[in-house]
């Protein structure tokens, strides 16, 4: 099983910053088939990044994401306040799917 | 418009048993994978398994299985995650995804409301 980890657990941030997250993979995800989620309090998560790079149907172009084989990384290029939520990267490469834990980016 | 609406909230006690339920709408519904996520309160994400309605083709992740029962109705286009004696341990939010593709490896683009099951004595 590959394990996501995220890092940091919660960043402090002002709406306008940029914003960087990471989640690092305990062995290589095949083909850079990873994804990133946004959860906000009481909804479901929002899918914002497939294929490590590729953003996801309606997303905004301030969220991007790079990365490959372990190393991987969700930059959000100037935060608005609706921003401020968990973020949870998920690798589908292997058997079984797994999420990291997340990291909460809360407004400084 | 692809649509998952789930079941409402349930509180049950430990021992009893449960079926919680998941439609799809807007969309061929037997040709798209279909999961289950756990999420524990204040905690992250857990992918329970997957079921593929077309020929009920199911996948347990490792901790869960033995644990539920995963199961469809293609005929009315419902996914089932069931328990047959609940535990405290179980009380959590669950939400069914929908694959993006018809692919067993794939990403979520569609999810459901969310089910709130509360287990407690």
Known sequence: EIVLTQSPGTLSLSPGERATLSCRASQSVSTNYLAWYQQKPGQAPRLLIYGASNRATGIPDRFSGSGSGTDFTLTISRLEPEDFAVYYCQQYGSSPITFGQGTRLEIK | ?121
């Open chain 2, 1 to 121: 418009e692809v649509q998952l609406v789930q079941s409402g909230a349930e509180v049950k006690k430990p021992g009893e048993s449960l079926k919680i339920s998941c439609k799809g709408s807007g969309y061929d519904f037997t040709t798209y994978w279909i999961g289950w996520v756990r999420q524990m309160s204040g905690k992250g994400l857990e992918l329970m398994g997957i079921i593929y309605p077309r020929d009920s083709d199911t996948r347990y992740s490792p901790s869960f299985q033995g644990q539920v029962t995963i199961s469809v109705d293609k005929s009315i286009r419902t996914a089932y995650l069931q328990w047959s004696s609940l535990k405290a341990s179980d009380t959590a939010m669950y939400f069914c995804v929908r694959h993006n593709s018809g692919y067993i490896n794939n990403w979520y683009p569609y999810w459901g409301q969310g089910t709130l099951v509360t287990v407690s004595s």
